[in-house]
């Protein structure tokens, strides 16, 4: 073995690494934080996909209004509400799947969700909770009901 001072590195200071040690030490910590830094692709789902509507090939709609048989009272005074109905000949979607929300007053009530028809096309209305009208007041759902080769749109209401 040739010991020749030039050919030898010098000697490391007692408590220090040697070069060799040392990079090897930098380069795994380095391949750790690399690692680290490198996170896995995530998504937002945060509900299904809305479906595929029917094609509106032969619709037809028809809108009327006529004034409600149930009074509302409006600063206590009764007055007729406008009813609009509507009939469409495309088969409404399914229902949506709601998250309750937590109720803000004991006596609001939940009011779901529902498909209405709003610029020639089924729009969803999202399920919120709202203060009833008068102590006893029910919530009567919206509704959708088939007449033939239709569907009429029947509004809530509070009875």
Not at 99 to 117: H, L, R
């Amino acid at each position: 073995m040739n010991m020749n001072p030039s050919s030898r590195s010098p000697a490391a200071p007692a408590g220090f690494p040697s070069r060799t040690m040392f990079f090897v030490t930098a380069g795994c910590a380095l391949g750790l934080l690399g690692g680290c830094a490198s996170e896995p692709d995530s998504h937002l789902v945060s509900a299904p996909p809305p479906s595929v509507q029917q094609p509106a090939t032969n619709l037809t709609t028809t809108t009327t209004t006529t004034p409600a048989a149930v009074p509302v009272y409006a600063n206590g005074v009764p007055t007729t509400p406008v009813v609009s109905t509507v009939v469409v000949t495309q088969t409404p979607p399914a229902l949506r799947q709601e998250v309750v929300i937590a109720q803000p007053n004991p006596s609001d009530v939940w009011i779901p969700g529902f498909w209405t028809w709003r610029d020639s096309q089924y729009e969803w209305m999202a399920g919120h909770w709202e203060l009833p009208p008068s102590q006893g007041a029910v919530w009567v759902a919206p509704r959708w009901e088939q007449q033939g080769n239709a569907y009429r749109f029947y509004e809530g209401y509070w009875s």
